[in-house]
């Protein structure tokens, strides 16, 4: 089944039983539930997400999805467009890839027993904690307050970077070239 785009489904949780084709504009309701052994299709992008979606299986995201609430997808690991954004924390599968663009809310924490891969241009609001040393792609933004423990580890920053006002750095760091530091 394929649906028009705008589709509002908002209105408390959707039993989608078959493979479903959902299109932009789709917005959908919190603790949302999307059966495992189905199909559905959310490529085009552009969608809007409840928090407590259950997306059942790994799933292919188009690009400018939008999570909202906290989530937790630590079972799956999802492929995502360019420029997701997340307005609340969530805790990902261990070896999440993150694209181009992506946003995550304040606070969000990246644990240390799993890997991520950060793509370029992406944006950490206010205190981000990522647990153990990371590499950061072009262009990544920190925001708000710096992050409580990212200058305990020996991160590696690629160019274009901008760190937050007062990030402290307690060793040493690999920064690429024309990064900013505070505002």
């Known amino acids: 089944n394929a649906f028009g785009m ?8 959707h039993t989608f ?11 959908f309701g919190a603790g949302q539930s999307f059966g495992s052994g189905e199909s559905h299709d959310f490529s085009t992008g552009g969608m809007t997400f409840g928090a407590g979606t259950d997306f059942g299986a790994a799933r292919v995201f188009g690009a400018a999805m939008s999570f909202g609430g906290q989530q937790n997808w630590d079972g799956h ?18 070896n999440q890839a993150f694209p181009k663009g992506a946003s995550f ?11 991520h891969t950060f ?3 992406m944006d950490f609001a206010s205190a981000p904690v990522f647990a153990k040393e ?6 990544t933004y ?4 710096p992050s409580p423990d990212m200058g305990d580890f020996a991160n590696t920053f690629a160019d274009g970077g901008h760190m937050p006002a007062g990030q402290e750095f ?12 505070g505002d």
């Open 17 to 27: 039983s078959a493979a479903q084709e959902f299109n932009t504009g789709a917005t």
């Open 119 to 121: 793509a370029q241009f």
């Open 142 to 145: 920190f925001s708000g307050l």
């Open 77 to 94: 690991t999802h492929t995502f467009g360019e420029d997701p954004a997340w307005d609340s924390l969530v805790n990902f599968a261990a």
């Open 134 to 139: 990371r590499t950061f792609g072009l262009g």
């Open 170 to 181: 307690a060793v040493a760091q690999t920064f690429g070239e024309d990064m900013h530091f």
């Open 105 to 115: 809310a304040a606070g969000q924490t990246f644990e240390a027993d799993e890997d």
């Open 6 to 13: 705008n589709m509002d489904f908002s209105a408390g949780t």
